[in-house]
């Protein structure tokens, strides 16, 4: 009996991580209300019929105490070092750590070739949440990932 292409992306991948995660944070609702979307949106992403947006990422791993990395792509723990928060706060003299601009160049140059390649165009305000999500996950790996910043864009999009 074989399984169809639906049931295989809910069994693996980010349905089944985000499942995982809802079950530690309660249910599709309350996630719903903590990241103020609707239950039916929440409802498609474990379905996997569609995927969150790059801020709703952002949104569900702050909410849940999950790293963004681990949700997107499955690499790493769950709940390894930081969890993924707004950038404000993690940088600059106040929190001690200082921004690398040599990785904030090359995550920003991989983005926009990806955007390019890809043909989206993001209001600043995405544009701005994408880098910073890419830049932290550089952050912790050392250097920007094609892959995640392909997936990255393309939720963005």
């Known amino acids: 009996m074989s399984i169809s292409p639906i049931e295989a992306r809910q069994a693996s991948g980010f349905p ?9 944070f309660g249910s599709a609702q309350a996630l719903a209300l903590a990241i103020q979307r609707s239950e039916s949106a929440v409802r498609k992403w474990l379905r996997g019929h569609s995927e969150p947006s790059v801020t709703d ?4 791993c702050e909410v849940t105490q999950t790293r963004i990395d681990w949700l997107v ?9 930081t ?19 040599a990785l904030l160049e090359a995550v920003v140059g991989a983005v926009e ?9 993001l209001p600043a305000f995405k544009h701005a949440t994408l880098i910073a999500a890419c830049y932290d996950l550089a ?3 050392g250097a920007p990932d094609p892959q995640v910043i392909a997936r990255l864009v393309k939720l963005a999009g």
């Open 139 to 141: 952050r912790a790996e």
């Open 113 to 121: 070739a990806e955007l390019r390649q890809s043909g989206t165009t």
């Open 73 to 81: 792509t499955g690499r790493g723990s769950p709940e390894e070092a």
């Open 16 to 24: 089944a991580r985000l499942r995982e995660r809802l079950g530690r």
């Open 83 to 101: 969890v993924l928060r707004d950038p404000s706060p993690h940088y600059g003299a106040a929190s001690g750590q200082a921004l690398d601009l």
């Open 57 to 60: 990422l952002r949104a569900i």
